[in-house]
């Protein structure tokens, strides 16, 4: 009798009762506050190890395009040595070497912050690595340094830089592999404890709110209500409101985690803002793209004008040899009795006229046919002096008639290419007769051949009124006429591109440099042909 009212005395006082419900609610807010601390500490640790990963991988991307970068500026070096070009190599093997360093720093510190043993050995054996692949770059830039000294740099530099990349690119692709690995292991731990976290705090939070209810319903509501407000900012972010933050109130262990969750938060919408920053360049870039297309076709609407202006140029030199050749016939054959020397005077101008007519009918079939790709080349070995005599021959009437002289200078008559040899003829007898058009009386137009390096070098040279310099650019398009286009007897401007085409179907290059002159006789254009040497299998005794 006297327990039970000790018991009913004990419990029904107020003092009592609320030491209790402060007992219980001490005990598991302690048991609460551990648990999350744990968690927390868990989930700051291996976000560290998420940030650190992300941040080496980040950090071999950058090594990976500092060593692009330098191989671009040694092969540039090798091709094109000067000061400009060695002082960017210099800068592109600087940028490397301090990517490696800010890399080995980086695993430094990674090392002194991780206190698991096993993480130590991982990041030792990267380091080891990342040391190695600074040994080969190091070793790399040697080997650069002695080809560029060579002879030949370029091909020095080609040989190094392939040797390089077979012995680095699989370590640095295996590194960047780790450290994609480890952040994916990061993240998915840290993905599990939120899961766990989430999982014992409703739990928790059930079993406090159960206790509450019993003891004190007004005990944990404040708790309570933080925890929902966790909660609730966790599904706003699950369901893509990155901007959800939490309104953080105190200090204590809670209040850091919400603090933790902001921070979280925080950093995914700076993911967003760059996920939608990326997406806007890819817009400008479709953009841009989109206006180069339209500038495409903007040439090709010029391309067509001037192809149907091209077709009224050919009616207008058509027809006037033709109008020629007909009234000559016709005049001639008015007198009964035609006298010879009547006749032979038509004559002449009806084969002037109709050697003209030949000779664009036979430049519009070419153009049309390289146009289709219906020519093939006959390749065959032959002398280039052999090929200039030839030029000459054939042309030499055209510029006796013109009051030209036409000379070669070819040094060595063993000189030979491997070409299509009627091609050619064609080609320089085109760039004679456009010489002698463009040239006064009394001058000489000069076939000059010889060997530079691994080309033969072919220039027509003439000391006529030249080209404007405004016009170079275009003299080899086809149907392009420049501002005198108008005149009789300048073409139809196939001619140059014709060349061009039969130049670049041998594999060699066709240049023009010209003068403009204030008056007859100044100036002077030379055109220069390049085409590269027979292999050494190809004896001069097979071109005789």
């Excluded at 599990?192 to 319903?217: F, K």
Aim: glycine share 8%; hydrophobic share 45%; net charge neutral.
């Amino acid at each position: 009798m006297g327990r039970g009212v000790f018991g009913r005395g004990l419990f029904a006082s107020l003092r009592a009762r609320m030491a209790l419900l402060l007992s219980v609610a001490v005990l598991v807010t302690a048991a609460s506050t551990a648990a999350l601390v744990l968690a927390l500490g868990a989930a700051n640790t291996q976000l560290d190890r998420l940030v650190s990963a992300q941040h080496r991988l980040e950090l071999l991307s950058v090594i990976s395009g500092r060593i692009g970068d330098y191989a671009l500026m040694a092969l540039q070096t090798a091709q094109q040595p000067s000061a400009r070009t060695y002082e960017s190599l210099v800068a592109a093997r600087q940028a490397a070497l301090t990517a490696f360093e800010r890399f080995e720093n980086t695993l430094s510190d990674d090392v002194l912050r991780f206190q698991d043993e096993e993480q130590r050995t991982l990041m030792a054996a990267r380091s080891r690595t990342v040391a190695r692949l600074k040994a080969q770059f190091e070793v790399l830039d040697r080997q650069v340094a002695g080809a560029l000294a060579n002879p030949e740099p370029a091909t020095g530099v080609r040989v190094v830089l392939d040797v390089f990349a077979a012995g680095f690119g699989g370590p640095l692709s295996q590194s960047m592999e780790e450290e994609r690995t480890a952040a994916h292991n990061a993240q998915v731990e840290v993905r599990q404890l939120r899961d766990r976290t989430i999982r014992w705090g409703l739990i928790g939070v059930a079993l406090a709110c159960l206790v509450a209810v019993l003891l004190y319903h007004r005990l944990g509501r404040s708790l309570v209500n933080r925890v929902a407000d966790v909660a609730a900012a966790a599904a706003a972010i699950a369901r893509g409101r990155s901007d959800t933050r939490i309104a953080v109130t105190g200090h204590d262990e809670l209040s850091l985690a919400m603090a933790r969750f902001n921070r979280m938060a925080a950093h995914l919408a700076r993911r967003e803002q760059r996920l939608v920053a990326a997406q806007k360049h890819l817009q400008e870039t479709v953009d841009a793209r989109t206006a180069e297309l339209r500038a495409a076709n903007t040439r090709l609407e010029n391309v067509d004008l001037a192809r149907r202006r091209f077709f009224t140029d050919v009616s207008h030199e058509l027809r006037t040899p033709l109008t020629v050749i007909l009234g000559e016939v016709e005049i001639t054959l008015r007198p009964a009795q035609p006298r010879e020397e009547d006749l032979k005077a038509a004559l002449l101008v009806i084969q002037s006229r109709a050697r003209r007519l030949h000779r664009r009918v036979e430049d519009l079939l070419r153009i049309a046919r390289s146009e289709s790709g219906q020519i093939e080349l006959d390749r065959s070995l032959f002398l280039v002096d052999e090929l200039l005599v030839d030029v000459r021959e054939s042309m030499l009437p055209v510029a006796r008639a013109a009051g030209l002289a036409l000379e070669i200078a070819c040094p060595s008559e063993s000189l030979a290419v491997d070409a299509d040899r009627d091609w050619l003829r064609q080609t320089f007898d085109g760039l004679v007769a456009n010489a002698v058009r463009h040239s006064p009386p009394g001058e000489t137009v000069h076939l000059e051949a010889a060997r530079e390096g691994d080309e033969v070098v072919i220039r027509v040279r003439d000391h006529g009124t030249g080209i404007p310099s405004d016009e170079l650019p275009h003299v080899f398009e086809r149907f392009w006429r420049g501002a005198t286009g108008t005149r009789e007897g300048t073409g139809f401007g196939i001619g140059l591109a014709l060349a061009k085409w039969i130049v670049d179907r041998h594999g060699g290059r066709i240049e023009i440099e010209s003068g403009a002159g204030g008056g007859e006789g100044k100036g002077g254009t030379c055109v220069t042909v390049r085409l590269p040497v027979p292999v050494p299998d190809m004896t001069l005794e097979a071109a005789q």
